[in-house]
């Protein structure tokens, strides 16, 4: 069930008007998010902030690749960084799992740079942002939102929807599993490590 | 998963009437230590299915190897599976094909996100979970599945062949597994892959059990097949009057010295082997028969392709130290993609398998208490897990004065204050040091000035000691 979000309008507004250093490769995105989950109540970062958000020393391709992940959850964080999300209590865990895992779909499919400089893709990262987040954009009905957000452009981004979701389903049973397991007897191991 | 405390079904799935008798006799010996946990190997007739396809696999690709420079097929295809497969890896990019561009991953990243190491296409029905200090200090837990557990053996019984030793299993207790120190969970077990056989794990600390003599008693009766511990726990095995000859004894997780290696193979009339070991994927390398001074270590897995890598993430060539990297393995529950393992080695190539030359990581260590006492570094790395600590050092100068050093120490003194006191005393000369671990690169978090021989002789609790040269007793 999604709850009523900010103004589709406002929020686009504020992408496009990002400042140039979140896409620059010197952005400390880690420091961003952590400072963005302290505004929304989460005092110690999580343990996994360094590990999900580090810059990636690679080369070629995969430099590219793993750096405009980076870049599009700099400008999510930029985002959710408008006061509406803390004025109305967004969850800081559920930000979290969208920055560390949620937006890896997305960031496959669309160019960090093209969702400031194109409308289309603006309103496609924040449509996308406030689904992770169960909100729809105000004035908009629960169907209308999930139909904007799915027809924005093509079956892929259908696919794009379906994955993040069983992304972030399986990151919360993996981690709710290890935790519940950490406290149980394992099996036995033959020599020390 | 369970909610409830596990029942000996749940620890045992192939539990028969002569391996439950067995089971009963290891625990109501009257000689038996205070056990202080339960533990099986939870292997189901699936799960040993799984173990016995292992093991055939391993003996048929066991010259199964790679020349310097070269990267296997079957590694390549590994990578692909896991940068499709696998979060962590999906996030940090790469293509199998570039083998050598794909970014590599770091104990740190996997202490502190685990669950993105997870494939995605893994089952969590059987996960466990394994916790291990590492050479950091800091915590790891480690997913993992029983039957990943229990395919320790089928490579253990390969690198005891190696050494003309079997581990035949069945109605005796095969490994003993030695510890000595002053808390760790010990149990009686048994393996069905070894056919019902015993699993003990013990610690050798007086306060472990009921009676002075029935440590001697006990293991003399057990007999078991081999010994697996540490250098410092076979130290002190090497002080008991056992009767009982092992065929050999396993050591890991520490660095054991050719002295010590030495002595002990004289006093227990049997190899001792060297084991490079780590919780996310166990067995690594072994010491051969072989094998000359300095030690070197002879991969012995069929399934797990082995780089070395500088401090930029390039792939150095045979002969040059760098950090040991690994990729797969056979635990299900976690990926290893070009895993830096934060120990320090170099590769050879001109024997039949790779071995790893000067393997250098963790050094055991011994610390002095001003009463006498011994801790070692196991006990320190138990007392501070706890603390959220990047990584600390621990150095005791010659005079007996500690001093501790970690990144914003003035932070977290208090916090450190309480355990260290607790092993070492009150009144243990101790200072903080702010500590910069980018300072000086690979960090030797345990040292101390006191001579092994001196700590020996100012050491009050143990009557005879001996490391380094001296005669064991």
């Not at chain 1, 430099?63 to 509406?84: C, E, G, H, K, M």
């Not at chain 2, 895993?339 to 030359?357: E, K």
Request: charged share 25%.
């Amino acid at each position: 069930m999604t709850s009523e979000g900010p103004p589709l309008e406002a929020l686009a507004r504020r992408l496009a008007e990002s400042p140039a250093d979140f896409l620059t490769s010197s952005i400390h995105v880690t420091a961003l998010a952590a400072d963005l989950l302290r505004d929304l109540g989460q005092q110690t970062p999580p343990d996994d902030l360094w590990a999900m958000l580090a810059p990636t020393k690679g080369r070629g391709a995969a430099a590219r690749s793993a750096a405009n992940r980076l870049q599009l959850i700099s400008l999510a964080v930029w985002l959710l960084s408008d006061p509406w999300f803390a004025r109305n209590a967004t969850s800081a865990s559920s930000v979290w799992l969208l920055l560390a895992i949620g937006l890896d779909p997305l960031a496959e499919i669309i160019d960090a740079t093209s969702a400031i400089s194109d409308a289309d893709r603006r309103e496609e990262l924040v449509r996308f942002i406030l689904w992770s987040l169960e909100l729809r954009p105000a004035g908009e009905t629960h169907a209308q939102a999930q139909d904007r957000l799915t027809n924005l452009d093509s079956v892929e981004r259908v696919r794009v929807v379906r994955e993040t979701r069983a992304a972030e389903e399986r990151a919360r049973q993996i981690r709710e599993a290890m935790a519940a397991k950490a406290a149980e007897e394992a099996a036995a191991s033959y020599g020390r490590e | 998963m369970h909610e409830q405390p596990l029942t000996d079904q749940d620890r045992f799935p192939l539990l028969t009437p002569a391996s439950q008798r067995r089971l009963h006799g290891m625990w109501e010996h009257p000689h038996a230590p205070r056990f202080n946990h339960r533990c099986g190997d939870r292997l189901t007739a699936d799960g040993l299915k799984k173990v016995r396809a292992f093991e055939a696999e391993h003996l048929k690709h066991a010259n199964q190897t790679w020349r310097d420079a070269d990267t296997p097929a079957w590694a390549i295809e590994y990578a692909r599976h896991a940068l499709a497969n696998t979060p962590f890896y999906r996030q940090r990019g790469g293509r199998a094909e570039d083998f050598l561009a794909i970014p590599a991953s770091t104990r740190g990243d996997l202490a502190r996100a685990p669950w993105a190491f997870v494939p995605d296409d893994a089952s969590l029905d059987d996960l466990i979970v394994y916790d291990t200090s590492g050479t950091t200090g800091h915590p790891i837990f480690v997913p993992t599945h029983p039957v990943a557990s229990s395919m320790y053996l089928p490579l253990l019984r390969g690198v005891l062949a190696r050494h003309g030793v079997g581990l035949d299993g069945g109605d005796r207790v095969s490994i003993v597994l030695v510890c000595a120190q002053n808390l760790t969970y010990t149990f009686a077990s048994v393996s069905a892959y070894l056919e019902g056989a015993g699993y003990i794990k013990l610690n050798l600390s007086p306060h472990a059990w009921r009676n002075p003599e029935d440590c001697v008693r006990y293991l003399n009766d057990c007999a078991p097949e081999i010994y697996t511990g540490d250098p410092l726990s076979f130290l002190e095995l090497a002080k008991l009057p056992l009767t009982h000859r092992p065929q050999a004894l396993v050591s890991t997780s520490m660095a054991l010295l050719p002295g010590l290696r030495a002595e002990l193979s004289r006093r227990f009339e049997c190899p001792v082997i060297d084991i490079y070991s780590m919780t996310e994927c166990r067995l690594i390398a072994a010491s051969t028969p072989a094998t000359s001074e300095p030690a070197g270590l002879e991969l012995v897995a069929h399934d797990l392709f082995v780089e070395i890598l500088d401090a930029e993430g390039n792939r150095l060539p045979a002969g040059q130290r760098g950090e040991i990297t690994l990729t797969g393995g056979r635990n299900p529950l976690l990926s290893l993609l070009r895993y830096r393992t934060g120990d320090f080695a170099a590769l050879d190539f001109s024997g039949p398998r790779p071995v790893l030359v000067g393997l250098e990581g963790r050094p055991p260590t011994r610390f002095l208490t001003p009463d006498g006492r011994i801790v070692n570094n196991i006990d320190v790395s138990l007392a501070l897990r706890e603390l959220p600590l990047a990584q600390f050092r621990l150095h005791q100068s010659q005079d007996g004065s500690l001093i501790l050093s970690c990144r914003d120490v003035e932070h977290h003194r208090d916090a450190l204050a309480r355990p260290m006191a607790q092993l070492f005393g009150e009144h243990a000369p101790l200072e903080f040091e702010e500590f910069d671990p980018d300072a000086d690169g690979k960090v030797i978090q345990y040292t101390s000035d006191i001579l092994d021989a001196e700590l020996e002789g100012r050491e009050r609790s143990y009557q005879h000691v001996v490391w380094r040269g001296a005669k064991l007793p």
